[in-house]
């Protein structure tokens, strides 16, 4: 059975499945019950923007509100889940990574490698990324890049309510630490969503739209800002094929290369900032390994080398544009620099 | 009117009514505003819990430094930051005290010794350690307030602190406010101390609760132990018990609260009614003098509203300023 | 022989013996081969703190857990981690724990319930609060125990863990070995509190303390808290003041310790010697019998050096294996 | 007067000189003096590995110890910079971010944005990355593209004596929060040094050797492994022109192109993971503003996707060599994959 049900909904829906079929799955992080020790409503949040809501009533204590004490909670779901539970912790927002990354990189990710193969730590560890909320510097942003620089861990940044739900199924199951990225400006976006289980395997891309002019590759909220750009540029008569990653640790480098083979043009989209980010890890393996296939220089489209700014005039302007896409996808065009006025940004 | 049975002076009273009720009428004002949908973003509102705020930085000068929290707009206001480019700033506006690029959670004003509202819990207390430090380093008497809520109380960040500063000798006072909840989350379940004074012996310290709501319980507790830090005595820990009058921030149902909560808390501590009463009680403050504040404070708050709505908005260029590089 | 006036029998005295035995007789060899250049790494000894480890170990089962730290070869061979497997990772070799990835700082065995050594001061604390909860979650009775340094008890991690055990009442026993170093400075400095159990107690648990170096001590305190952690009790804290007889790591001058203070302590406060003296006093066990547990042990260790020597080092190609994905 | 020096020593007189200069500079960190509290000698460490010894003795309590909290003690320095003082904290090994990232991504690195323009925090946090030390997983790892990521911080990483001392002058005067990173394996190397005081500004490669076929940048330990690897190239009669960053943020972007302009040959050398790192960074830019210049595809040569083992014979494996870089220049040169026997990797 399909139905339309958005991102929110579909990853409690993901947990509430994998916490019947498992015993071994439990739930943690602030408020995702609410109201533990007072004297209201029981469950009463579900999570600050309610994602969590209504499974304590399903699951009761396998969810688990904790103090405000990040290393203490995240370590614990790490140190549980090396000793055979499958923890799936909630970091509130990922942007709070700063208190707790010891256990994430040091701990969680070397286990495996630093004690010899020997052990394993199935966690997922999920929380929001992502600005256009207005939410300021402190909460809105991708650090996805700082992740996936890290040896040994797993990140996920789902841009559709579908593939949220396969992908966190797949997240739990893993056997390795998983970050799961959530841009909260896709919780209410909703779609086509299967009401079983299924899982979606981790490091295949997802070609959401076939081109044979140019490669647009991007992941999260920004992935509908490519198909906006790409729409926008067959207007133009120019065929973008975009490319959703859906995992950015794995990375699926074949659909991403079997691609530029064809268009011989690419441009990369990553909402993080400019430096050492997704768009320049893509743009650098390309460049490296598929050079003699690239017919002009890969364009990379990315947020500012700023903290996000909280003035919605600004924020706006922050995260990457269809425009700027699609602007940076005729530069691989037409590498002299004219672009159709009518969309070049 | 009678002798002044109050430590404070009549001035230094309407001082503080002034500055409880401004920070009163600012955050009723966002409440209403924030219902109507002119504000963005999450506002977390003081209201309820003036006199704490207030109380503590009577003790304070411009060369005193204060870390605060993502509740940080009463603090603002006591330590004397403009209210109208406060408000510009959480409307976003390039006239805000951070021309529009912090908002509510982010307001500081260094010249007036506030280092800033903060996103992060716990994260003012190692700030302030250091701003305590330089004070010590230079010898200019400054101390450091740091504000903690009863939830971000059990944050590595703030722990790590109360050591630091107690080995260190620093000029720091830790002031837990304790509203008895974090988000939804009750005080009573997710601090395991029995009292803070417990968590401030264990950790070298001296330790002192009050009543949060009462202005001069407050004001009495601050003092002393922000002049025993001043002359080189050490840190403390000071735990307010407040009341928070609306939702964790704007748009909580707080439906985890029992029913008739708020009503009751409202009813019976009001801090700023408390304190009104107290002083026209006793003969030293008139109610129309109250009241004259009352309306100033009013036409102050609406002018500033005005002027945020009115200003303009930062520019596409701003983007890229303010930061020491930008590709 | 008279009778047995010690809370454990003949066999379990025995086997303490050994265990503090083999920990010495481990730790002493490689301060020997360390100075002679065999050894890569930093190296911390545990060598004077045996008491500790194994009066609480011989509480513990492969059912419970125990998570370590930087000086944490002591821990393993309590937990009944191999010592063959030991000292080849501490040779990187391909038979070591950790098939040599490891080394000195990383000696995990979790079939033995050990979780690992830790680089990073203060991590395993919430890492034992996760296993206490699976065994919480199982209903198997298991418990955890965490190790952390005088000077890592003021990291932010392991106090938050504190209140986190506290919150969720976990089977956890936070055990602070407490040699009066970090390094080079000193407990009494860094330290602020007057004892840990105010430090316990501002984190609403029990604390105890006792002379780490008397295993008996250990044994009994430990007995108690862990026993309280297995039915439900909680968490609690055990402080054990200990003696480090070699530099903080292998190669420290230990200039910073007083003349004269590393003789006086192994004069008088070496547990190993301390045990022995007291069952051969109490004419439980004959000099003869321990005598013999100590040659068994030189030739286990001297088999273990020898077998690491001759052991394989890693193959090229295990650098990109045990990780879930190498480019 | 320039004699020869170690790095270690170099460092060691760049806080002794600027601690002289400016009486707001002062220095903390876990064991740099050493001793505290206890009854032995004063002064006893200086530092872990002795780069703070006898700074002491020369500026007594302006030197400060710390308790074993990272959060606290960075954070501190982080205010104390924010009220008017210049600290230089130590993280003594980089790997211990992990405990304090909160106070330097999310404080420290935002607040001049965040405060719209009206904050500085000149603090700069310094300490050892890098691996060879036979020091494992959780210290030896480089980092560097994780601070490099973050909008606010600047990053410097000296390859030599004469660099590190110029380099932490420069970063002390900084008006931004600078970390720096110090390769432990680099300490014992020595080189000439002027005994004055010199800055070294931000920004600015240095070109350490010309050549006009291939360009290798890189920075830090592997800087005098891409000198080797250009000896044994000019062996084979390719002549490398070697760039070392020095700092990594702000980076010198126009003398990497300028060279690659020239040589149209680009090889880029990282110790850190290979994903979203320096690497990545160096080649996407290049890729994009001077495609047309590339003859060949950008070769980036990395430490593998894995933590740092510990057993010397891997871990000798796990830093880029000079065979590897050689190797990867021939690549350059020879796309078809045919490399001189003598050097190929
Ligand atoms: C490190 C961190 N964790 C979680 C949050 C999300 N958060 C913001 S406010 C809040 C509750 C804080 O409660 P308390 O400290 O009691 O302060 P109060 O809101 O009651 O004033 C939480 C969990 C955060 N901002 N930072
Ligand atoms: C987070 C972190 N900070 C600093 C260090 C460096 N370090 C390793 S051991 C040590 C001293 C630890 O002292 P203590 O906790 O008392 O344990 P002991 O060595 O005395 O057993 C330090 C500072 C580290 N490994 N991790
Ligand atoms: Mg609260
Ligand atoms: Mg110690």
Not at chain 1, 15 to 20: F, P, S, T, V
Not at chain 2, 58 to 63: I, K, T, Y
Not at chain 2, 88 to 111: F, N, P, Q, V, W
Not at chain 2, 173 to 195: I, K, L, P, Q, R
């Amino acid at each position: 059975m399909s139905r339309k049900i958005s991102m929110k909904q579909a990853i409690n829906e993901a947990l509430d499945l994998e916490m019947r079929r498992d015993p071994t799955v439990i739930v943690m992080g602030e408020d995702i019950v609410g109201g533990t020790g007072a004297h209201g409503e029981a469950d009463a949040w579900g999570g600050v923007l309610g994602v969590t809501k209504g499974l304590h009533a399903k699951h009761g204590d396998r969810l688990m509100d904790t103090p405000l004490s990040e290393s203490a909670y995240i370590g614990a779901a790490i140190g549980a889940a090396a000793c055979g539970l499958r923890p799936v912790a909630e970091l509130m927002f990922m942007d709070f990574m700063g208190v707790c990354f010891d256990q994430i990189f040091n701990q969680a990710a070397k286990f495996r490698y630093m004690f010899g193969g020997k052990a394993e730590t199935p966690v997922v560890i999920r929380g929001m990324v992502g600005a256009g909320f207005r939410a300021a510097a402190q909460h809105s942003q991708m650090l996805t890049p700082l992740f996936t620089h890290i040896p040994g861990l797993k990140v996920v940044c789902p841009s559709n309510a579908y593939d949220a739900k396969g992908l966190l199924i797949q997240a739990i199951r893993d056997n390795d630490p998983v970050i799961f990225c959530e841009h909260k400006n896709l919780y209410g976006m909703e779609c086509e969503v299967p009401a079983e289980s299924y899982a979606i395997p981790f490091g295949e891309a997802n070609v959401l739209r076939d081109g044979d002019d140019v490669t647009i590759v991007s992941y999260g909220l920004t992935v509908h800002r490519a198909m906006a750009a790409a729409d926008a540029l067959a207007r133009e008569r120019v065929e973008a094929e975009v490319i959703d990653l859906r995992t950015l640790s794995p990375i699926d480098w074949d659909s991403i290369v079997e691609s530029v083979e064809r268009t011989g043009r690419l441009v990369v989209v990553d909402e993080a900032h400019p430096r050492c980010n997704l768009a320049t890890d893509i743009a650098a393996y390309v460049g490296q390994h598929a050079f003699g296939a690239l017919k002009a220089g890969v364009q990379m489209v990315t947020a500012p080398h700023t903290p996000v700014p909280f003035a919605p005039s600004l924020e706006d302007l922050y995260v990457p544009s269809a425009e700027a896409i699609a602007a940076a996808a005729l530069r691989t065009l037409a590498p002299t620099g004219t672009t159709p006025r009518s969309i070049a940004a | 009117m009678t002798e002044n049975p109050f430590p404070l002076s009549k001035d230094d009273l309407l001082r503080a009514y002034r500055t409880m009720r401004t920070i009163r009428e600012f955050e009723e004002r966002l409440h209403v505003d924030f219902a109507k949908g002119d504000i963005p973003g999450f506002v977390h509102l003081y209201a309820g819990e003036e006199a704490c705020a207030t109380g503590i930085m009577m003790h304070l000068n411009d060369n005193d430094r204060i870390a605060s929290t993502h509740r940080g707009h009463g603090h603002c206001i006591a330590k004397g930051v403009d209210v109208h480019a406060m408000m510009a700033e959480i409307y976003g506006r390039s006239t805000g005290a951070c021309r529009g690029k912090g908002g509510s959670m982010h307001i500081a004003d260094l010249s007036k010794g506030m280092m800033g509202a903060n996103g992060i819990l716990g994260a003012g207390a190692p700030l302030i350690c250091g701003a305590a430090l330089a004070a010590k380093v230079r010898g200019d008497r400054g101390v450091g307030i740091t504000f903690v809520g009863d939830g971000a109380s059990n944050q590595g960040t703030f722990l790590e602190s109360l050591n630091l500063a107690a080995v260190w000798n620093l000029p720091v006072v830790f002031v837990v406010e304790n509203n008895g909840y974090a988000e939804s989350t009750a005080m009573e379940w997710a601090v395991s101390c029995d009292s803070y004074v417990d968590r401030a012996t264990g950790f070298g310290m001296p330790g002192v609760t009050v009543d949060g709501t009462d202005f001069f319980a407050v004001h009495e507790a601050a003092g002393e132990i922000i002049r025993r830090a001043r002359e080189g005595g050490g840190p403390a820990l000071l735990e307010c018990n407040m009341v928070r009058f609306y939702g964790h921030f704007e748009g909580d149902a707080q439906t985890y609260r029992a029913k008739g909560e708020v009503e009751a808390l409202r009813a019976s501590r009001d801090c700023l009614v408390m304190l009104g009463e107290r002083v026209i009680e006793a003969g030293v403050i008139a109610r129309a003098e109250l009241q004259a504040i009352d309306g100033e404070v009013a036409a102050l708050i609406e002018d500033a509203v005005r002027a945020a709505k009115a200003a303009p908005l930062p520019a596409a260029g701003d983007l890229l300023t303010d930061v020491y590089v930008a590709y």
